[in-house]
Structures are given as structure tokens and as C-alpha cells.
């Protein structure tokens, strides 16, 4: 399809081509999305897969920029701080734009400061173990937590991080005690997870599922309703025996607030193309991520999943009296 023509069919009929003309120029010149993390991570790779795409139905290179610290909240400030032309936006995901909100002190609003463009990926947590961990399954595994309280140990990405909160979260599901201990990404933990230096991990599939098809790490439930495609022999955590232990790592794009609603008619459109094609799909399913239905492809709906999941966990972090330290 022609620039002109995406352009002209993402804006809508012919009756609203006033308005596409208007954004025909949109863009005039390289498009910027911010990482909040290091390159080669999972959500810099989403990035790329997304970033090559939207390329080709925009006309022009899209330019990824890693602004790592903070578990994000820096990469936030600076997408926020960006000029509303559409020309700067950014990806994140339930850390970086609802965790951050409860677990930092932040110089700008996690919902309120950016204007929603597209829900991506839904990517679930798995309950991961030490290869030499004696419990068969997860009712064991909390069995064995509960038999070693305050010995266990579970790794995390950082204090406030999502393993951190989905820890609690377990915690508190179980009655279970266990200590946590902090490192600089989910890299390094799963890194001693494997190498036996601590019990378990409440990690994004994108990460550890790799290491689980190695047989590196034990598997016992992904924090969802429904079992991942890209790995059906992991039972949810409502078939393993702990209903309503969900969480998920879902991704998303955002541009500055003030944004206008033409530009991100534009880029949500290219967005949604990148995510209607197979190959993408099956890139996005090989790194534990699942795309979303059209219908929640909108701005608005991501404007409502976001809400919602800080209603969810806000509670939960502030009751927990976790904070970035």
C-alpha cells in the first residue's frame, strides 16, 4: 500500500479526508521509539520486530533509542518530556507504566502524561525453579515453600520489579514466607536460578522460556486463564491449583500527551497492521507474547486495560509498602 493511501485508509472515509490532509506530511522525518530497557532484552526485541514493520507503511525509519535506569521510570520521563508531534513514542509495559506509578516517586503520571496509541502483546509470568528443586508441581513447590519459610529465596529484576510484586502477590495467595533478593535484571537471576544460587522466580515468559525448553529451570504454572500457546504443556496456575494468581507482562505504545488524535489515529493503524501479519505473530509467540484481538487494539482500550491494572496492583504494592530503593 502507498504512504498516501495507508494514510488516507487509516485516517477513514472519504468524508473524513479534511482531517488526513491535515496529517499527510505525518511523518516528515524519522520516528523515535524509546526502549525503557537494554538492547536485546525482551521488550527492546518487541521493538525492533515492530519498529522494521512500521517502516514500510509509514515511509520512514523508525529509530530505537534505549534509555535504560530506573526500572524504566527515565525512558518515562523522557517520552513524557518528548514533543506531542508523534515523531518520539515509546514502549512499555505493566512495570514501566502501571508498577512505576506506586513503586517511585515520578515526575510524571504513568496514565495521565501520555496518550495511549496501541495494546501490542500479552505476555503471562511463569512460576519457575532451580533444576534441583524437589518439588514436582506447584502445590509442592508451595508444599516446600512453606517448609522452608524464610529460608527460600526468590530472585527478582529490583525492588518494585514486576518478579518482586508478583511475589508478594504469591505470598499472600499462599501464606507462604520467602526472602527476596534483588538484582540488576531478570537476566542476571535467571542466570543464578540456573546455576542453583536461588529457588525460584516469578519471571515473563519472554525471558525464561527459552531456559525451560532447555530444561535449564522447572516450570510449574503460567499466571494466566489460559496456557500459552507457544508452550501448551505448562499448566495455568487455576489448573496447578492456585486460581487467580493471574499477572501478565503486556506491552504496549505510547506517545507524549497532547499528541493529536490524527497522528495517533496513524499510528495505531501501522501498528495494527504489524500485528494482522502471521510472520509477526509468530515472532511475538516464539518470545512468550500474544497479540491481542483487534478489538483491544484501540487507544481507548488501552487507556481502560491500563486503568484497570492500576486499580488491581496499586493497592497491592502500597499494602506491601514496596519502594524503589
Given at each position: 500500500m502507498r504512504r498516501r493511501d495507508f494514510?488516507?485508509?487509516?485516517?477513514?472515509?472519504?468524508?473524513?479526508?479534511?482531517?488526513?490532509?491535515?496529517?499527510q506530511?505525518?511523518?516528515?522525518?524519522?520516528?523515535?521509539?524509546?526502549?525503557?530497557?537494554?538492547?536485546?532484552?525482551?521488550?527492546?526485541?518487541?521493538?525492533?520486530?515492530?519498529?522494521?514493520?512500521?517502516?514500510?507503511?509509514?515511509?520512514?525509519?523508525?529509530?530505537i533509542e534505549n534509555v535504560t535506569g530506573a526500572s524504566g521510570a527515565i525512558a518515562g520521563l523522557r517520552a513524557a518530556r518528548a514533543a506531542p508531534d508523534g515523531t518520539t513514542i515509546t514502549i512499555g509495559h505493566w512495570?514501566?507504566?502501571?508498577?512505576?506509578?506506586?513503586?517511585?516517586?515520578?515526575?510524571?503520571?504513568?496514565?495521565?502524561?501520555?496518550?495511549?496509541?496501541?495494546?501490542?502483546?500479552?505476555?503471562?509470568?511463569?512460576?519457575?525453579?532451580?533444576p534441583s528443586l524437589p518439588a514436582k508441581d506447584l502445590k509442592e513447590l508451595t508444599g516446600w515453600l512453606k517448609d522452608n519459610s524464610?529460608?527460600?529465596?526468590?530472585?527478582?529484576?529490583?525492588?518494585?520489579?514486576?518478579?518482586?510484586?508478583?511475589?508478594?502477590f504469591f505470598q499472600t495467595l499462599t501464606g507462604t514466607s520467602?526472602?527476596?533478593?534483588?538484582?540488576?535484571?531478570?537476566?542476571?537471576?535467571?542466570?543464578?536460578?540456573?546455576?542453583?544460587?536461588?529457588?525460584v522466580m516469578f519471571d515473563q515468559a519472554t525471558n525464561s522460556l527459552p531456559q525451560v525448553r532447555g530444561g535449564n529451570v522447572k516450570a510449574f504454572?503460567?499466571?494466566?486463564?489460559?496456557?500459552?500457546?507457544?508452550?501448551?504443556?505448562?499448566?495455568?496456575?487455576?489448573?496447578?491449583?492456585l486460581p487467580g494468581l493471574?499477572?501478565?507482562?503486556?506491552?504496549?505504545?505510547?506517545?507524549?500527551k497532547n499528541t493529536p488524535a490524527d497522528v495517533i489515529t496513524i499510528l495505531n493503524a501501522s501498528l495494527r497492521t504489524a500485528l494482522a501479519d502471521p510472520a509477526v505473530q509468530a515472532r511475538f509467540?516464539?518470545?512468550?507474547?500474544?497479540?491481542?484481538?483487534?478489538?483491544?487494539?484501540?487507544?481507548?482500550?488501552?487507556?481502560s486495560h491500563q486503568t484497570a491494572e492500576i486499580d488491581k496492583w496499586w493497592p497491592i504494592v502500597k499494602a506491601a509498602n514496596i519502594k524503589a530503593e
Amino acid at each position: 500500500m502507498r504512504r498516501r493511501d495507508f494514510i488516507k485508509a487509516a485516517i477513514g472515509t472519504a468524508a473524513a479526508w479534511p482531517l488526513a490532509a491535515r496529517a499527510q506530511n505525518f511523518p516528515s522525518r524519522p520516528i523515535t521509539l524509546i526502549v525503557p530497557f537494554a538492547a536485546g532484552g525482551p521488550t527492546d526485541v518487541l521493538a525492533r520486530i515492530l519498529a522494521e514493520h512500521m517502516r514500510q507503511t509509514l515511509g520512514q525509519t523508525v529509530v530505537i533509542e534505549n534509555v535504560t535506569g530506573a526500572s524504566g521510570a527515565i525512558a518515562g520521563l523522557r517520552a513524557a518530556r518528548a514533543a506531542p508531534d508523534g515523531t518520539t513514542i515509546t514502549i512499555g509495559h505493566w512495570g514501566t507504566h502501571v508498577l512505576n506509578g506506586a513503586v517511585y516517586t515520578l515526575q510524571y503520571d504513568v496514565l495521565n502524561d501520555f496518550e495511549p496509541v496501541a495494546l501490542i502483546g500479552n505476555g503471562p509470568q511463569l512460576i519457575i525453579g532451580r533444576p534441583s528443586l524437589p518439588a514436582k508441581d506447584l502445590k509442592e513447590l508451595t508444599g516446600w515453600l512453606k517448609d522452608n519459610s524464610g529460608k527460600a529465596t526468590a530472585g527478582t529484576a529490583g525492588p518494585g520489579s514486576g518478579a518482586h510484586v508478583a511475589g508478594v502477590f504469591f505470598q499472600t495467595l499462599t501464606g507462604t514466607s520467602f526472602s527476596f533478593v534483588p538484582y540488576r535484571g531478570a537476566g542476571p537471576a535467571l542466570n543464578d536460578l540456573m546455576a542453583g544460587h536461588i529457588d525460584v522466580m516469578f519471571d515473563q515468559a519472554t525471558n525464561s522460556l527459552p531456559q525451560v525448553r532447555g530444561g535449564n529451570v522447572k516450570a510449574f504454572a503460567v499466571t494466566s486463564r489460559t496456557r500459552l500457546a507457544s508452550a501448551p504443556d505448562i499448566p495455568t496456575v487455576d489448573e496447578a491449583g492456585l486460581p487467580g494468581l493471574y499477572i501478565a507482562y503486556w506491552h504496549a505504545i505510547w506517545a507524549p500527551k497532547n499528541t493529536p488524535a490524527d497522528v495517533i489515529t496513524i499510528l495505531n493503524a501501522s501498528l495494527r497492521t504489524a500485528l494482522a501479519d502471521p510472520a509477526v505473530q509468530a515472532r511475538f509467540l516464539e518470545l512468550g507474547q500474544e497479540t491481542p484481538p483487534p478489538d483491544k487494539q484501540s487507544p481507548t482500550a488501552l487507556k481502560s486495560h491500563q486503568t484497570a491494572e492500576i486499580d488491581k496492583w496499586w493497592p497491592i504494592v502500597k499494602a506491601a509498602n514496596i519502594k524503589a530503593e
